[in-house]
């Protein structure tokens, strides 16, 4: 008779595909597989098994017994192929399993349910090719299961798909803190000068409120000791002009305030440190823009000289919802683009100066242009009729250097394409990635100098960041 194990659901139920409640996951086992329980006595006709696997294609093959013995297993694949022979199906079809389980038996892989996919796939891809399509035969707490070659397969491929992109992931974050260290590598000298700063104004002024302090309590124990109705003494004016109370009373505040603001510098070079090297969550989180620009400006200052202005025109901004790790790169990258460019036209202008008198005289109109960095930020509203619809945050970068070529132009932009990624991962294409890829929002490069002769005043090269700003309910 036809066994379905101890089953409470209806046969078919063992059968049809089975949709996992979740993606596979990389440490998966066979028991997130469609387990398949048919049994049959090895003593009942043969025509019996075919009507099972006509029934349900699906099934992958047929575990045997021998009363409460098992025997073996019976595939698909062998049952199909047996009765392929000349006049088998007239010959065998009446005849017991045990005939044709006879002919076709084969000692099937067996693994425990707790076994992982990929190891139980390994070891099927290793059998000759014409057993590959034989199914797994996975011991469970409830009995034998079968698991189809093709469900197996399946899954092995699903799963190192996931593999392939988790060490992509992680290669991209490895090589985006890469990025990260060596950019502050190359500032750790100006960091360095901001930290030594504030520390400076601390530790000169420390000694003043030391000795005001000391000036103070010797002033506060001469009252002590004198008498009590008696406080304007001689010795006491005395001591006032000693210590020059009203030049202390001026100048200790001043001193306070100094300290606190070289500490208020230290907590917010601190604070853009490890804001620039935080290591984001899986989730995107709200930010505040604006503090991230400023906390890489800081971070830029050494290399922004006195003749390097950066101009911010802020608009008033809701949180963000980004990668505040990542955006900061971003704006590292493209700010420090901006930096070199206008370092190198100065550099530039500074030796055609040292030249001839007649092209510094030339020069001389655009040395008279303090170089210049804007930054801009503003809400744009695509269908301001509806206030929960589709907003963006439209962040702008802009420098007045000498721009970039045409070629100079197409090169950062075919960087930008998936397979120069790959062959070499630029800062510049690491911003396109990371705003476009896991921001889903929008980068772009523009420089008028590529299109033609621009005005004095024009820009050089322009940086668009496009953010979307999605509703609490997206």
Sequence with gaps: MLDWSSSTTPPHADHRP????????IDATLEALPLHAAQLDIHLPSRVAAE?????PELPGILLRDQQTFVGVLSRQQFSEFLLRPKA???????????IYSYSRLSPLVFPAETPILVAARAALRRPSERQGEPILVTTPDGDRLVSAHDLNQAHWQIRGIETQVRYERTQAAMLQSQKMASLGRLVDGIAHEIMDPLGFIWGNLSHV????????????????GDAAITETIAL????????????????PHTLNSIKGGAARLKQLASSLQNFCHIDEVYPKP??????????????????????QVVRQYDALPPVPCFAGQLSQVLMNVLTHCIDDLLSMAARQSMVTDRTFATATASAATLAKAPQIAITTRLYDANPDDPMGDRWIILTITDNGPGLSPSALQQIQEAFSIRQRLARETDLATCYRLVTAKHGGKFTVRSPVAHGPRPDDAIGTEFEIQLPLYSPEG
């Design 18 to 25: 089975i949709a996992h409640a979740s993606p596979l996951g």
């Design 52 to 56: 099972q696997f006509s029934q349900f």
């Design 89 to 99: 199906c007239e010959l065998f079809l009446h005849e017991s399993l045990s005939v």
């Design 210 to 225: 030391d000795h005001y302090c000391q000036q103070l309590l010797e002033l506060l124990a001469a009252y002590e000791e």
């Design 237 to 252: 004016n005395e001591l006032k002009e000693a210590i020059e109370l009203d030049y202390l009373r001026q100048d200790l």
């Design 287 to 308: 930010a505040d823009l604006h503090g991230l620009i400023d906390s890489i400006v800081l971070l830029l200052k050494s290399r922004l000289t006195t003749q390097i």
